[in-house]
């Protein structure tokens, strides 16, 4: 792996942090690119975080935003890396209707800004763009690599622009440019807003004495969840193929929102009825019932397929959230 140089945004979310890891496991040079902020942001990747005054740090951190284009244009001369991860994002749907304009600024134009960075700068890399199944909406599952796309929220029509544009500068300008459709990927570092860890969190304070409630909106909505930290590897294998392309990476396992809460409050000995209400603040202007994918292409192409499926992860969120509130006390 001599001379690999990767640059990530989003280095400080979940799939950075996991994909980080994952690099330097490999011998890669990091590079991330974080928003300044007044208070610490790098909670996820503190543990491996370098002191800049380190000779030849492994891992480096640049301010800068998807928005800012000449900033992005800058770093990717500077840096010359070999891989690009485009893991930045506005990435909360229930949010992007309330901040469309905003999720598509970032998620949208930030991803062609990038491409553009790359493209302008003449460096030779390789590119990853994370798509999302979200892409597929109202089309029934299972989705593949040929399903229609159908987005349902300003949050996955803003990555359907940036899933095309990926396309657009592979073709037009010869970018190894990929996309990863990956399905919804969970696992103890996820946002705290976040259907599963809002889940799992409360599971874990009530499991320790708490009397609060949890309020949830659409219960019957079918997710294909798996575990972000093996994910991120597909990740790196589809920048590891000789042309791009583009992949969905899924466990091909459904299950609904209220199957993940039985799971998590079954694994300490509760009942989720007993506990949750529903809260039509969280039902979205328009749902998406159903995504499910078919892996079958990373499976072949990539040799990849997930091994933690959603029952599994509820448990293991479950069991890392017990410990923080146990840690808390």
């Known amino acids: 792996m001599s001379g690999k140089r990767a640059f990530i945004t989003g280095i400080t979310g979940q799939d950075g942090s996991y994909l980080t890891e994952l690099l330097l496991e490999k011998g890669y040079e990091v590079h991330g690119l974080i928003r300044r902020s007044s208070s610490f942001n790098t909670g996820r990747i503190d543990h491996i975080y370098e002191d800049p005054h380190t000779p030849n740090p492994k891992l480096s951190l640049h301010y800068g935003d998807l928005t800012d284009g000449v900033n992005l244009t800058n770093l990717i001369r500077e840096i010359q890396p070999t891989e690009v991860y485009n893991l ?17 600024q970032v998620d949208a134009v930030g991803a062609v800004a990038l491409l553009e960075a790359i493209r302008a700068s003449g460096v030779n890399t390789k ?37 095309w544009c990926t396309v657009n500068y592979r073709e037009g300008y010869g970018i190894h440019a990929t996309n990863g459709i990956l399905f919804n990927h969970e696992s103890p570092r996820r946002g705290e807003t976040f259907v599963t860890r809002k889940i799992t969190r409360a599971v874990a304070r009530i499991s320790q004495g708490s009397k609060e ?3 949830l909106g659409n219960m019957d909505a079918v997710r294909d969840w798996g575990y972000a930290k093996e994910y991120v590897e597909s990740m790196w294998l589809m920048l590891q193929q000789d042309k791009p392309g583009d992949y969905v990476v899924a466990t091909g396992v459904g299950a609904t929102v209220k199957d993940f809460a039985d799971a998590a409050f079954s694994h300490v000995g509760l009942k989720w009825q007993d506990h949750v209400e529903l809260d039509a603040r969280y039902i979205r202007p328009t749902e998406v019932d ?16 997930a091994t933690t499926h959603w029952k599994g992860l509820a448990e293991l969120m479950v069991d890392a959230d017990v410990e923080l509130v146990k840690n808390k006390k």
Do not use: C
């Open 213 to 215: 409630k949890l309020f």
């Open 127 to 163: 590119y990853y763009q994370a798509s999302t199944s979200e892409l597929y909406g109202s089309t029934p599952p299972p989705q593949n690599e040929n399903s229609p796309f159908h987005p349902r929220s300003p949050y996955a029509a803003a990555k359907l622009m940036a899933y």
């Open 88 to 104: 930045g994002a506005q990435s909360h749907v229930q949010v992007s209707f309330t901040m469309p304009q905003y999720t598509a």
């Open 290 to 305: 159903a995504l499910i994918g078919d892996p079958s292409k990373a499976t072949k192409e990539l040799k990849w397929k």
